[in-house]
């Protein structure tokens, strides 16, 4: 992948963000947005190797729409600052937990798991950690996880170079007790870790091997979050 271009492509829109400055240098868009396409398969092949469930998808299914929804959002620029791919058997507006690939200046990352879950889905989750909590332990505890993601709710979307969970509630959630000795996991409202990588990072294909590497670690923790999840879709 072409990671140095496409930054310097998204650092160059990000100053002239509007549609006439996009429609001129169009042409330099789409060969990133191609570079980034070429990374998204060979990361679907490479995750297909251990994980079968996503051996069917293309890359359609995985990239996301470059031009923002600006209907209710104060921000109108027209398009977003980054690209980003999510990687999930049953495509990337699924609830179902995936594997992600963000490519922004400053911000890249790989992120494994799922979020933004409904309050009936999240609450089966939480019930299941209750019930399994040793085996959700061994998946969030061992010393693989802990040095790649950190311990629950310890770092933050954007601003920190790793986490295990987006938000957090600040006490426990309704119908659950308040005293309980693992109490951290059930106040989470996503199970969605993360690692921030350096901008050079996806240049070439030396950073399929770590990725893969990454999205291994996590993947007994999405499993666990998407056997409850797909009793629901």
């Not at 251990?50 to 996301?64: A, M």
């Not at 470059?66 to 990337?92: E, M, V």
């Not at 798991?113 to 889905?121: C, H, M, R, V």
């Not at 770092?155 to 790793?162: F, H, Q, S």
């Amino acid at each position: 992948m072409e990671a140095k271009r496409i930054l310097k492509y998204l650092a160059d829109l990000s100053a002239n963000n509007n549609r006439p400055w996009y429609q001129e240098h169009k042409d330099e868009y789409l060969a990133c947005r191609k570079s980034f396409e070429d990374g998204v398969a060979k990361a679907i092949q490479a995750i297909s190797e251990f994980d079968s469930e996503v051996s069917h998808l293309e890359v359609k299914d995985c990239v996301y729409r470059f031009n923002r929804d600006t209907r209710f959002s104060p921000d109108k620029s027209p398009y977003k600052n980054h690209l980003g791919a999510y990687i999930c058997a049953k495509g990337k507006k699924a609830l179902r937990g995936g594997y992600y690939l963000h490519i922004e200046n400053n911000q890249c990352l790989l992120a494994v798991g799922g979020y933004w879950l409904p309050t009936n889905i999240l609450t089966s989750c939480r019930n299941e950690i209750m019930g399994n909590i040793n085996r959700w332990r061994e998946c969030v505890e061992n010393e693989e996880f802990v040095s790649l993601f950190g311990k629950p709710n310890e770092g933050k979307w954007g601003t920190t170079a790793r986490g295990f969970g987006l938000e957090s509630l600040k006490s426990a959630p309704a119908g659950f007790p308040r005293v309980y000795e693992f109490i951290e996991y059930l106040r989470m409202k996503d199970y969605c870790a993360w690692v921030k990588v350096d901008n050079d990072f996806f240049e070439g294909d030396n950073w399929i091997a770590e990725m893969v590497r990454i999205f291994k670690v996590a993947k007994p923790m999405m499993d666990f979050t998407n056997s409850v999840i797909d009793d629901y879709e």
